[in-house]
C-alpha cells in the first residue's frame, strides 16, 4: 500500500472509533492485531483495543477527536489528536462521572501490514484528564 492509502486507512480507523462503532473496527484490523494503550503493555487482537478503550470512551459518550496532524513513512502513521469530551457517563479512572469538559492531546503510532492495522500505540497524559476532572475551574 502506498504512504496515501495508509493515511486514508488510519483516518477511517479513527473515524469509526469517534463514531463508536466499535465492531466495524475488526474490519480495519489485521488478524495479528495488538494494541498498546501505554509503553508495552499489549492488549493483543482488536477485541484488546475495544476492552481497553472503550470504557475510556464511555466516560465522555459523544466525545469529539478531531485528526489535527498525520504524518507517514513506509508502514507507519502517526496521528497527533484534540481530544474533547464531556465527562457525563460512567467513572474514568475511579473519578464518577463529574460533568466537566476535559481537552487534552494524543499521539498514535499505527504500522499497517497487509492494507490492515496490524500495530496501534497510544500515547497520552492521563494526569493531566485527572487534574481537569478534579480541579475547580
Do not use: W
Not at 20 to 40: A, R, T
Amino acid at each position: 500500500m502506498s504512504v496515501e492509502n495508509n493515511k486514508e486507512l488510519v483516518r477511517r480507523y479513527f473515524e469509526t472509533i469517534e463514531q463508536e462503532q466499535y465492531d466495524d473496527l475488526k474490519d480495519f484490523c489485521h488478524k495479528d492485531f495488538i494494541f498498546y494503550p501505554q509503553l508495552d503493555t499489549p492488549y493483543p487482537g482488536v477485541e484488546g483495543l475495544i476492552e481497553s478503550e472503550k470504557k475510556n470512551f464511555d466516560a465522555f459518550p459523544g466525545f469529539k477527536m478531531p485528526i489535527k496532524a498525520m504524518v507517514a513513512e513506509g508502514d507507519l502513521v502517526a496521528v497527533y489528536f484534540v481530544f474533547e469530551g464531556k465527562h457525563t457517563g460512567i467513572p474514568f479512572a475511579g473519578v464518577s462521572a463529574t460533568g466537566k469538559t476535559v481537552k487534552f492531546s494524543l499521539m498514535m503510532l499505527l504500522r499497517i501490514a497487509d492494507g490492515k492495522v496490524i500495530e496501534h500505540r497510544s500515547h497520552v497524559d492521563v494526569h493531566d484528564i485527572l487534574r481537569q476532572l478534579n480541579s475547580d475551574a
